[in-house]
């Protein structure tokens, strides 16, 4: 008897196509959670070495007081509330939301990780840039093969930590009427009056995306873990 009315909640709740609403929802999940996290890190990259720059040599004064105003608006103010002013506000005439979403979520996720690898930057000795310039390599050169490198090896976990965040936090999407996971099953749940299935469901595939994300993770940490004393490459 109660196999069978589980069986009948699960026909209530995923029949007559209702799936769709779970499966497309994940599908916009992840379209958002990826390149927000590809964005974010080509930010907080930017973020971090012109922050680390002007506090070693004092160089790009404007671009960091820019950077400064940027990490303090972000990070002083809840992502939602910086989701509906990008919605209705800033991007009010874009056409797609899952644009609109990716790029809320992508500067919010800059801001951070900005912070997480400007401190990887300050961790490495100070002489890795010396005997990088010693070689003859450009102040950039250095930067980006010698010293982020080995920063982003050292902050690695943080940063997935932020990922796994970000992943998260998409689920408030709804709030611009994207139907993403989260959404789906609040669909589901307004469709059928069922509460505990659909949204049992939602955090089941959360709780199985941020495992396989760590397990993920954990394997390019043992990665860039073995591979650690290839900093320097050749220019072949």
């Given amino acids: 008897m109660m196999w069978q009315s589980i069986l009948d909640e699960f026909q209530l709740c995923f029949g007559k196509g209702r799936y769709a609403y779970l499966l497309n929802g994940l599908g916009v999940t992840l379209e958002v959670a990826l390149a927000a996290i590809v964005l974010g890190l080509a930010l907080g990259f ?5 922050r680390s720059t002007h506090d070693k040599y004092g160089h790009f004064a404007i671009a960091n007081f820019i950077t400064k ?4 608006v972000i990070r002083g103010t809840p992502m939602v509330v910086q989701l509906l002013i990008t919605y209705y506000i800033i991007l009010r005439s874009v056409d797609s939301k899952v644009l609109i979403a990716i790029l809320a979520f992508g500067i919010n996720s800059g801001a951070y990780q900005a912070e997480i690898l400007r401190a990887g930057i300050t961790s490495i000795d100070p002489g890795q840039m010396e005997a990088g310039r010693a070689l003859g390599l450009s102040y950039w050169r250095t930067m980006f093969r010698i010293i982020l490198p080995q920063a982003v090896r050292n ?3 943080a940063l997935g930590n932020e990922f796994i965040v970000l992943m998260k936090d998409t689920s408030i999407v ?4 994207l139907i993403d996971l989260a959404k789906g099953g609040d669909i589901i749940r307004s469709q059928t ?3 505990y299935l659909p949204y049992l469901t939602v955090a089941g595939v959360y709780l199985v995306l941020v495992m396989t994300f760590t ?3 954990g394997k390019l940490e043992r990665y860039l873990r073995n591979t650690g004393a290839d900093v320097v490459q050749n220019d072949s």
């Avoid at 105003?69 to 303090?72: D, E, K, N, R, S």
């Avoid at 709804?174 to 009427?177: P, R, S």
């Fill in 174 to 177: 709804g709030y611009i009427a």
């Fill in 69 to 72: 105003v940027y990490l303090t």
């Fill in 155 to 157: 902050v690695l976990p």
């Fill in 46 to 50: 930017l973020a971090a070495v012109i």
């Fill in 215 to 217: 397990w993920l993770l």
């Fill in 193 to 195: 009056y069922s509460v």
